[in-house]
Antibody, heavy 120, light 108 residues
Framework: QVQLVQSGAEVKKPGASVKVSCKAS????????IHWVRQAPGQGLEWIGW????????NYTQKYQGRVTMTRDTSISTAYMELSRLTSDDTAVYFC?????????????WGQGTLVTVSS | SYVLTQPPSVSVAPGQTARMTCGGN??????VHWYQQKAGQAPVLVIL???DRPSGISERFSGSNSGNTATLTISRVEAGDEADYYC???????????FGGGTKLTVL
């Protein structure tokens, strides 16, 4: 079945960087964009950006421009999101999700989420 | 950028019908998707393109979209439906993937 499996929880100090992975299986990895969405504690879903597994092209929301880098390794069907210069406000669960399209764009499935805790 | 507005909470007794709204400017011309997120879990798609159910989603889930409001309806609500529900659209703006703030469904 189609599945996205993310790397485990991380604890980082302020100013550090974190890199989260998202391994895809059950479909052709290069056929669908991978998006990253974050959810701060008790808050809603916030879209961060996408990476094209086929071309490597990326698009980030302006809020994270300059701090986020999304990459992929097609040889192992894995997408990555790296966030730098972490602050306590970056404490959140980060999800990857596969993009699908018919009339519009939606996400299915989602990875299980990766908790990133930023604390001194 | 495009804004989606959801009520923070909805409460319903088991067996009753729950209706959760998602408001946006002329949202009726967009395709709306709905996700269910149970506590500690990842979101799961329950409705796509306003009213289509993905494979494996109960027939109790349905959706509609017109004017400035899209609605997710859950009939014959069960305790297992308790979750946060998010609407999502794609908009031709700088940040195209937009989520509503979410509605917490409580089953009394």
């Amino acid at each position: 079945q189609v599945q996205l499996v993310q790397s485990g929880a991380e604890v980082k100090k302020p100013g550090a960087s974190v890199k989260v992975s998202c391994k895809a299986s059950g479909y052709t990895f290069t056929d669908h964009f991978i998006h990253w969405v974050r959810q701060a504690p008790g808050q809603g879903l916030e879209w961060i950006g996408w990476v094209s597994p086929n071309s490597g092209l990326t698009n980030y929301t302006q809020k994270y421009q300059g701090r986020v880098t999304m990459t992929r390794d097609t040889s192992i069907s894995t997408a990555y999101m790296e966030l730098s210069r972490l602050t306590s406000d970056d404490t959140a669960v980060y999800f990857c999700a596969r993009e699908l399209f018919r009339i519009s764009y939606w996400f299915d499935p989602w990875g299980q989420g990766t908790l990133v805790t930023v604390s001194s | 950028s495009y804004v989606l507005t959801q009520p923070p909470s909805v409460s319903v007794a088991p067996g009753q019908t729950a209706r959760m709204t998602c408001g946006g400017n002329n949202i009726g011309i967009k395709s709306v998707h709905w996700y269910q997120q149970k506590a500690g879990q990842a979101p799961v798609l329950v409705i796509l393109d306003d009213s289509d159910r993905p494979s494996g989603i109960s027939e109790r889930f349905s959706g509609s979209n017109s004017g400035n409001t899209a609605t997710l309806t859950i009939s014959r609500v069960e305790a297992g439906d308790e979750a946060d529900y998010y609407c999502q659209v794609w908009d031709s703006s700088r940040d195209p993937w937009v989520f509503g703030g979410g509605t917490k469904l409580t089953v009394l």
